[in-house]
Nanobody
């Protein structure tokens, strides 16, 4: 199983980034996918998730600014982040959770830094 995240970087406040996660080795339709982030000194937290049927869930702090989507044909998950704030800074991890057992698979993380 591999989850390959990409698209992080340095951006000014108010800017945008798009994160992409390419998955392999899983039956994509059996997994809920999402993005988590971890800021320095803080616990990892859910940013957004999306089921195979397209049901989305967002952290309150990103609602209206971030959009998660998935391409079931390409086994990829995208996170479009607009109106970025310095508090969005952190390492963003792609996640795939097997709906049958709840087992989690993680990508390697990609750094997002938002400067003020």
């Amino acid at each position: 199983v591999q989850l390959q995240a990409s698209g992080g970087g340095l951006v000014q406040a108010g800017g945008s980034l798009r994160l992409s996660c390419a998955t392999s080795g899983i039956i994509f339709s059996l997994f809920t996918t999402g993005w988590y982030r971890q800021a320095p000194g803080k616990q990892r937290e859910l940013v957004a998730s999306i089921t195979s049927g397209g049901v989305t869930n967002y952290a309150d702090s990103v609602k209206g600014r971030f959009t998660i989507s998935r391409d079931n044909a390409k086994n990829t998950v995208l996170l479009l982040m607009n109106s970025l704030k310095p508090e969005d800074t952190g390492v963003y991890y792609c996640n795939a959770r097997w709906v049958l057992t709840g087992r989690d698979y993680w990508g390697q993380g990609t750094q997002v830094t938002v400067s003020s």
